[in-house]
């Protein structure tokens, strides 16, 4: 599956488990974010370790933040998922966010380069 407008693109890579995140992503509340939402689900259906890498997202707007840490709190719960975030030291969003969804999970794997 994948999302790809002029603004930002997001798809599922299943042979490296990754789903990859690029571009201005801020989409208006938690319903256009559902599909995203949608996606990552899948994703980790699929998968016991699942990477999501936002090194090339360079906005996430407040509902995608929200999205994302309901994302991880589902994937906590279940227990049996292994969960890496990828980010960016030099995206200034991504070194105060990706940390707080740490806080939420924390067996979550942070890389930030």
Do not use: C, H
Request: charged share 20%; glycine share 4%.
């Amino acid at each position: 599956m994948e999302f790809k407008t002029d603004d930002y693109s997001i798809w599922y890579e299943e042979a490296a488990s990754t789903v990859y995140f690029r571009g201005f992503l801020r989409l208006d509340g938690m319903e256009e974010y559902q599909p995203v939402m949608d996606l990552l689900l899948s994703a980790v259906d699929q998968s016991p370790t699942l990477v999501l890498n936002l090194q090339e997202l360079e906005f996430l707007n407040s509902s995608g933040i929200s999205m994302l840490s309901m994302f991880v709190v589902k994937v906590r719960d279940r227990g049996d998922v292994q969960l890496i975030l990828q980010g960016s030291n030099k995206v200034l969003w991504q070194t105060k966010s990706l940390r707080n969804l740490q806080r939420l999970m924390p067996s979550l794997a942070l890389e930030l380069t």
